[in-house]
């Protein structure tokens, strides 16, 4: 009986782990080993470029985490709930920009609390009038990744929100580029990146503060405290700038013609520059440069040629770094050399080899040729009467930004 136990047990175990053997062996199916396989994690976001006040999780990472650390999900939820105080341009609060869109976006809740996509410039394109923003802006938007679906010149920062009396608020300005947004920001998209801008080219946002400081100036104010450059600083300190300038007096005679279509002689533009240069005189008697150059109003806007005080006014508030100054006359000389300045300037790569071409050969925008051969050329009396009106404004514009911008 004895020997016939430990028989009876040793069969016992050798079945007990040829059992266990066998199940251990047996190969999972493709659906159990999913069910038991860890979530893989996301990537983490290149470096730690959160805005000063909002960080955002990547939506990615959420779902592929089981358990997310209690600030990620807390940062998650202000993301999918942030409401925007719709003021002022100089009243908004820092907005939360997004990792993953190069253009200055956020998403906010409507009045219906639908989350939407807003965005603010990516840069901004100024001039005086006849500088060439019109033609840069066509080819610009030519590029893949730089929207045309906005208008060129909104002129909201300095004109259209003062209008009527009443201050315009933040979403006012956010509406000319709400197209844009929508059908090329949104969509276009490489790796989960989004990687498409729009620029605002209003050209007065160099020159015209005349709206934004009419509080200031009723309070007989001597020189300006702040410019569009502040406004533009406060929406986003990483905006780009990008200036280009013309000869001063070239500049203000394709000017006049442009704008006096029915009455435009050369006769007509000596004697209101005899006057205009005249009472810029007067001005200088009583008031700082910067004050006659941004409050007085001319009738031929001689003003608009002191390009180093519009500069100095960017250059106080934005590193140079982020502001990318061309001269008219090298870009009409070599379009291709200056396109590609400006699309490495925006950090958009270039267009292919052909597309860059077809860039660089587009006929040219908004030209006055016609016109003036119909009124004809200045007078030599008028030329030399501005040349040395311009002459020590022009050396400051050498002192700020080098030899390359003399225009004596």
């Known amino acids: 009986m004895e020997n016939l136990a430990k028989y009876s047990l040793i069969i016992i175990l050798a079945v007990f782990f040829a059992f266990c053997f066998t199940v251990r062996m047996t190969p999972l199916s ?62 908004t ?54 929207s045309d679906k906005c208008p060129k010149e909104p002129h909201w920062i300095t004109r259209k929100r003062f209008t009527g009396g009443v201050k315009k608020q933040l979403s006012d300005y956010l509406v000319y580029f709400d197209s844009a947004v929508q059908k090329d920001i949104s969509r276009i998209e490489a790796d989960g990146y989004h990687n498409a801008i729009f620029g605002d080219c209003s050209a007065s946002t160099l020159w015209d503060n005349s709206n934004l400081l009419r509080a200031e100036k009723s309070k007989n104010m001597t020189t300006p405290p702040f410019t569009n450059a502040n406004i533009i600083y406060h929406l986003n300190k990483h905006t780009k700038i990008i200036i280009i300038l013309r000869n001063p007096i070239s500049r203000l005679y394709s000017d006049y013609i442009y704008f006096n279509k029915e009455y435009a002689s050369a006769a007509d533009f000596h004697n209101r520059v005899v006057a205009m240069t005249g009472l810029f005189s007067s001005c200088l008697k009583i008031h700082s440069l910067r004050y006659c150059a941004y409050f007085f109003h001319y009738t031929v806007r001689i003003h608009l040629g002191f390009y180093h005080v519009y500069i ?20 009409a000389k070599d379009k291709n050399k200056s396109m590609t300045d400006v699309f490495n300037f925006l950090g958009t790569g270039l267009p292919p080899k052909r597309l860059m071409e077809k860039i660089a050969q587009h006929a040219k925008a908004n030209t006055n040729w016609q016109r003036k051969v119909e009124v004809g050329e200045m007078w030599q009396k008028t030329y030399k009467l501005l040349y040395d009106f311009y002459k020590p404004f022009n050396d400051q514009l050498v002192k700020l930004l080098g030899n390359k911008f003399n225009y004596n």
């Open 30 to 91: 493709k659906n159990e080993f999913q069910q038991k396989d860890i979530p893989p994690m996301r990537e983490k976001l290149n470096g730690s470029n959160f805005s000063e006040t909002y960080r955002r999780l990547d939506t990615t990472t959420v779902k592929a985490a089981k358990t997310p650390h209690p600030t990620e999900t807390e940062n998650r939820r202000h993301a999918e709930t942030y409401r925007r105080l719709d003021t002022t341009p100089e009243k």
């Open 312 to 331: 100095e006014d960017y250059l106080r508030v934005f590193p140079k770094e982020q502001i990318k100054i061309i001269k008219l006359e090298d870009y």
């Open 93 to 146: 609060e820092h907005l939360p920009f997004l990792q993953d869109f190069k253009n200055p976006c956020w998403r906010e809740a409507d009045s219906n609390s639908r989350m939407c996509i807003r965005c603010l410039p990516y840069f901004y394109l100024v001039g005086a009038p006849k500088c060439g923003t019109t033609d840069l802006f066509r080819r610009l938007v030519k590029h893949p990744l730089i």
